[in-house]
């Protein structure tokens, strides 16, 4: 025990000689974790989304293109309902037809022949509309033809053009809270803080400033979407574009829209489910019906009670009105059930987002867990390996061999050593995330203890990387070069499931990968012991491993 007091003596001299080392040690995970904070501090601003709203009134032309089964099925369909429908040669026709006004509809592949025109009559435009979408099959809303091809290409692809004065409906309006709304206008009223909506006025547009970064997504609102919401037999297929180069962006991206459009699609299924009931009240109790006034069901009932009455002495006809008195009563009462069974289940209840540890997680505070990881991995790898370079530098590593000491005690000296800085600087840096970031800390015990090994167990990897150079900057190097590649493998900045079988195996044979899993599971999933306990060992077995494999490489060069 006296020998392993001296030894960490003398190696904590050794650190304290070199200022350097312990800007480099100290200040660069300081400050890799204030430049984190400072751009995660921001992550609750709005998502920037470019809006393009192609449901407004319009004389241009409207595109749509979708892949389809059945091209053959399509084209029947488009010319069952496109009025006194004309074969038109190719895309060329197509287009000049459509331009000049001589056809108001044209469907056909892109960039061959085969195109067809039609001309609607005005009041058939949403029945046209709706007939092609069934036909189309979850169809796209394009800026052109030239981009059908770009976006989906190959064989039984159609693209749909559709003149915007032959469709009514564009522009109508939706009512929220007393205010008439046209798509757009819906869109900004419910972006609430989760979007900062920034409109296009066209889909080729929002695409480049989405693709120069100035936009994180991009919604285009397709023709007729106001009125796809208010109709009870109909669907609106939105186009979402987000930029998939960087995962993690598109990842909130996508959040962002999708809470947007679940807040639009609510309040649709509630004026929906407003107006159905309220029909089949008015079925019960008379009145207007969707346009028509109709007789309820109540006032019927009244007036076959009267006839009943009149039929005293007419037994035969009083028996049939009584099964008519009989059916309206279950009518009346299977209304009323319906009425309350659509109030129970449209929105049963309201999604409240959360996790797993019980409380809303953002992005700052996933990032706590990676940056404390870093702090081991650079501080650790860096003091363990310096640590015995140094020593093999300056010649100690023979004299120590010669005094006979086994080696197992210098390197139990370094392990605790370097263990010490490596894990009172990651408890600082814990600490500073709860102050600052407001990151709460639960299971402190299990978190010190996550701390302690995994600085133990880098620490003795850093030696192992140590003994393995003969002079201080391979060391630094080496052991900067081997911390960028196990952060990547030890899931703190890419999932770990993501990555090949192989990949996921080798991670699991170093102690980042093990020390990140329970920090993620205690201070996002709210994980306890029964959950950690087999990555701390893991840890441990590790750190002993690590351990052993410096002794040995220590003993063979201080015999060399």
């Not at 108001?104 to 005005?122: H, I, K, N, S, Y």
Request: glycine fraction near 12%.
């Amino acid at each position: 025990m006296r020998k392993l007091g001296a030894f960490l003596a003398k190696d904590a001299r050794l650190l304290a000689r070199h200022r350097v080392l312990w800007a480099v040690l100290v200040l660069y995970p300081l400050l890799a974790a204030g430049v984190v904070g400072a751009a995660f501090s921001r992550t609750g601003r709005p998502v920037p989304v470019g809006l393009v709203n192609l449901d407004r009134p319009t004389e241009e032309v409207l595109w749509m293109g979708a892949k389809v089964e059945d091209p053959d099925l399509a084209f029947e369909v488009f010319r069952e309902n496109a009025g006194s429908a004309v074969e038109l040669g190719d895309e060329g026709d197509a287009l000049k037809a459509l331009e000049e006004g001589s056809v108001q509809v044209a469907l056909g592949p892109p960039g061959g022949g085969g195109w067809w025109g039609g001309v609607l009559d005005p009041d058939r435009g949403n029945l046209f509309l709706k007939e092609m979408k069934k036909a189309l099959s979850s169809p796209v809303d394009l800026e052109g033809p030239v981009e059908a091809g770009e976006v989906m290409g190959g064989q039984g692809t159609l693209v749909l053009g559709v003149r915007g004065s032959c469709l009514p409906f564009l522009g109508e309006g939706f009512w929220v809270e007393g205010q008439r709304l046209d798509a757009g206008a819906l869109a900004e009223f419910f972006a609430g803080g989760s979007c900062e909506l920034r409109p296009y006025p066209g889909i080729r547009e929002a695409k480049e400033a989405l693709t120069a970064g100035r936009v994180d997504a991009v919604v285009v609102l397709p023709p007729g979407l106001v009125h796809s919401l208010k109709a009870l037999d109909d669907t609106a297929f939105l186009r979402i574009m987000v930029d998939q180069s960087n995962l993690l962006k598109a990842h909130f991206a996508e959040t962002g829209v999708r809470s947007l459009l679940s807040r639009v699609s609510e309040e649709a299924v509630r004026q929906k489910l407003r107006a159905v009931v309220s029909g089949l009240k008015v079925l019960v109790s008379g009145g207007d019906f969707f346009g028509t006034e109709v007789t309820g069901l109540g006032e019927l009932r009244s007036d076959l009670e009267r006839v009943k009455e009149a039929l005293a002495g007419r037994p035969d006809l009083a028996t049939a009105v009584s099964r008519s008195l009989d059916l309206a009563d279950t009518v009346i009462r299977d209304l009323d059930v319906a009425a309350d069974y659509l109030r129970g289940t449209a929105l049963p209840l309201q999604l409240q987002l959360g996790s797993v540890s019980g409380r809303p997680l953002s992005a700052k505070d996933a990032a706590v867990p990676s940056l404390v990881v870093l702090s081991l991995l650079w501080t650790g790898m860096l003091c363990g390996a310096t640590l015995v370079a140094w020593e093999r530098e300056e010649g100690m590593l023979e004299r120590v061999s010669l005094t006979g000491v086994p080696s197992r005690v210098p390197i139990a000296a370094k392990v605790l050593l370097s263990g010490a800085v490596v894990g009172l600087l990651a408890l600082m840096l814990l600490f500073l995330s709860s102050l600052i970031l407001g990151m709460p800390v639960s299971r402190p015990g299990l978190v010190f203890a996550v701390l302690v090994m995994g600085s133990l167990s880098i620490s003795a990897l850093g030696l192992v990387v140590g003994t393995a150079v003969e002079e201080v900057p391979a060391a630094m190097v080496a052991g900067a070069m081997i911390s960028f590649v196990l952060l990547f493998l030890c899931g703190a900045v890419y999932p770990l499931e993501q990555m090949p079988v192989f990949l996921r195996w080798s991670a699991r044979i170093f102690p980042p990968t093990h020390v990140q899993e329970v920090l993620s599971g205690v201070l996002l999933q709210g994980r306890g012991w029964r959950e950690s306990w087999l990555a701390l060992l893991a840890t441990t077995l590790l750190m002993a491993a690590f351990s052993w494999m410096a002794s040995r490489l220590w003993s063979r060069v201080g015999r060399s």
